[in-house]
Every structure is written in C-alpha cells, then in structure tokens.
C-alpha cells in the first residue's frame, strides 16, 4: 500500500481513539476537532492536488478491503472493476478497485469543466458550511457573541445553499452511470440533499421565528446530516465494500439512501443523551439586526 494511505490508515485509528474516549469519558472535544480536521485535509487537497490525484487517493483507502481474497482471482465480483494504465488509484499493487471509484475518477479526473466546476464548488462551500456549523453550535449568539452568531449563520447558510446545488446538478448525471446504481443513484443523491438542506432552512426559520430551542435542536440535526453525509457515507462504503461486492452498485447505494438521516438520528440519539447544558435565553440573540 502506499504510504500516504497508509498514513490515512494511522489517522483513522487515532481517531477512532477519541471515539473511545468520548464514549468512555463522554469527553468528544478530541473526536469532533479530528473529524473536521481530517474532513478539511481530504478535501482542501483537490484543489491542492487536483482532482484526478485526490480522487485516485481516496479510491485507494477502499482497494485493501475491497480486493481482499480477489487478487490473482479469474472471478472478478461485479461491485470491482479495473481503469486504464491502473490510474484511477494510487494503490497500483491492486488490479481492481471499486467500481464506483473508477467511475468517480474518470467522469471527473478529465471530465467536462462544469462538472469539474460543479465539484470544486460542493467541495467548497459545503467545508466552509461543516466548519462554521460547528463554531455556531459551540458559541450561541448571546450578549456580545450575537451579532457574530448571525452573520456566521447567514455565510454558513449561504454556503450550504451553493454546495448543495451544485451537489444536486451533479447528480441529475447520475441516472446512466450504472456503478453508482444508475436512477437510484440519482434519486439517492436528491434524498440526500432534501434531508442536509432542509435541516439547514429549519435552523433558519426556527431562528428567525425567536424559537431559539427549537433552533438548537436543528443545529444538532443539521451537523448530523452533515457528518451522515459526509464520514457515515465514507465509513459505510468501507465496511460494506467488500461484504456486497457481489451486488453491483450495492454498498454505494445504500450509502448514498441512508448516510444522512442515519447521521441525523445519531444527532438526536447524542443530543437528547449528553449532558445538561444551558440553552441561549434570550430569543433576540438570534434574532436579524433592525
């Protein structure tokens, strides 16, 4: 294996350590700083390293559990497949990859410029929107902080709306692709769009109404949408690869339906479960400046 993905390996382990930690000693701050920061690193390097290489590295996280027990098979399963000159991943020692990824590498790696562009921009906006999601939940707009609270919450709002667009135009081009599951796909990738985005719109309506605990618990929703979508969707496709290699288009598919309501529910299940903290009093906090 490579040793940048080898490393990736590292920072996963590391991180599955906070994950014990906030499990253990209900102590999360060490979990959810490494989720982002992990998240930030995968996706500032596509426009670091270009979007042909990011996307060969991340195919190469998946080809050690994918291609376990395949290599040197004649009976290649139909959720692998295999892309010219092995370029679709960095991890060359493997033949085959998963499909998926080699579709995802070669509709964007040399692929038209809008859908290029489309990918830049959800990458983006949808960092700068998981970022400014987690300093709004961390610092409720009381006293000094609201005036900062609000403009944050308008520029995340913003950038979720743009991400999730271009998110949406992306994948009305998913009904032929059929190793992302062709139609289901597409409408896989609506589902998930309605669910991220319509968390997004409910922590605005509910803030702008001054139900500012009702604004809360959408922020907790939101956030969760945006880890399903996100790591879910990712962890997901690692322990599902190679279980549903025989079935084409499987382990995305499920993936793709079910990453963000499940990451939604697992908000609710830690929100309503953590400790007691105080909520913002004042409904103006939240409230548009006159």
């Not at 896989?188 to 702008?208: L, Q």
């Not at 084409?248 to 830690?270: N, T, Y």
């Amino acid at each position: 294996m490579p040793v940048e993905t080898l490393i990736f390996y590292a920072a996963l382990i590391a991180w599955a350590g906070f994950l014990v930690q906030g499990v253990t000693k209900a102590n999360w701050r060490g979990f959810a700083l490494t989720g982002v920061g992990l998240m930030l690193a995968l996706n500032i390097g596509y426009f670091v390293r270009g979007q042909g290489d990011s996307i060969a590295f991340f195919v190469s996280i998946y080809d050690l559990l994918d291609n376990l027990g395949v290599s040197g098979s004649t009976d290649v399963p139909v959720a692998l497949s295999t892309c010219p000159d092995n370029a679709c991943s960095i991890a060359t020692n493997y033949d085959t990859h998963p499909a998926w990824g080699v579709a995802f590498y070669e509709r964007f790696a040399d692929g038209p410029t809008f859908r290029r562009t489309m990918l830049f921009t959800h990458i983006a906006f949808n960092s700068i929107a998981f970022v400014l999601a987690h300093v709004q939940l961390a610092k409720p707009g009381t006293g000094s902080n609201a005036s900062r609270h609000r403009l944050l919450g308008r520029i995340s709002f913003a950038a979720i709306t743009f991400g999730t667009l271009a998110a949406v135009l992306m994948a009305s081009e998913h009904g032929s692709v059929e190793q992302y599951g062709g139609i289901l796909s597409m409408l896989g990738f609506y589902s998930m769009a309605f669910f991220v985005y319509g968390c997004a719109v409910k922590t605005v309506t509910t803030a702008r109404s001054g139900d500012i605990a009702s604004h809360r618990i959408w922020m907790w929703r939101f956030i969760g949408s945006m880890w399903g979508a996100f790591w879910l969707f990712r962890v997901m496709l690692f322990v599902l690869g190679p279980i549903m290699r025989n079935i084409e288009a499987g382990a995305i598919l499920v993936c793709i339906w079910f990453s963000a309501p499940l990451g939604i529910l697992i908000a609710e299940w830690f929100r309503t479960r953590r400790p007691h903290t105080r909520e913002p009093a004042a409904a103006e906090a939240l409230q548009p400046a006159p």
